[in-house]
T-cell receptor
């Protein structure tokens, strides 16, 4: 079992819809969670950090964390074609390592 | 705004050449990382450093070596490049106990 897993893609949503990206992790002691966006041929860019259970909103992005279920998600509201990218979940483990998930490819169809 | 730089951005070289990929950051971050990523594939950690004179191998076996003589500089060296080294190499850094990594623009290496 991988330490950080993400829902397999590619994920396709129509423009204006909500895109839901999911991530699970194995280290129960993990405290910090991150979402990165990576456009094709570019480097990852940090878009959200979340540390406490519940929701954290930033514009059209909402990160949700449930430590009991070891689950973190990213919702993108009003999806735009410019949101088409690979989204990487990253978890800072209890042993101070940041582990990246394999990524989920999102395609927003105009 | 993260300030982390990588040079060269693109490199095409022949088999057997020695190369050094440069990574510098101006943010005073103590932790730095090198990742290897093939197109459409996962990030693989190949080296990391938690400070000056500290270097560790990552999860993916790599024939490269790194050094950390100055806080801001974390170069990666391949003594003898091979076609299997063709990939994108990404450098990242983190400040203190934080887990937020800031990435450089990457070096796309092609070994013929």
């Amino acid at each position: 079992q991988k330490e950080v897993e993400q829902n397999s893609g590619p994920l396709s949503v129509p423009e204006g819809a909500i895109a839901s990206l999911n991530c699970t992790y194995s280290d129960r002691g993990s405290q910090s969670f991150f979402w990165y966006r990576q456009y094709s041929g570019k480097s990852p860019e940090l878009i959200m950090s979340i540390y406490s259970n519940g929701d954290k909103e930033d514009g059209r992005f909402t990160a949700q964390l449930n430590k009991a279920s070891q689950y973190v998600s990213l919702l993108i509201r009003d999806s735009q074609p410019s949101d088409s990218a690979t989204y990487l979940c990253a978890v800072k483990t209890s042993y101070d390592k940041v582990i990246f998930g394999p990524g989920t490819s999102l395609s927003v169809i105009p | 705004e993260a300030d982390i730089y990588q040079t060269p951005r693109y490199l095409v070289i022949g088999t057997g050449k020695k190369i050094t990929l440069e990574c510098s950051q101006t943010m005073g971050h103590d932790k730095m990382y090198w990742y290897q990523q093939d197109p459409g594939m996962e990030l693989h950690l190949i080296h990391y450093s938690y400070g000056v004179n500290s270097t560790e191998k990552g999860d993916l076996s790599s024939e490269s070596t790194v050094s950390r003589i100055r806080t801001e500089h974390f170069p990666l060296t391949l003594e003898s490049a091979r076609p299997s080294h063709t990939s994108q190499y990404l450098c990242a850094s983190t400040k203190g106990l934080g887990g937020e990594q800031f990435f450089g623009p990457g070096t796309r290496l092609t070994v013929l």
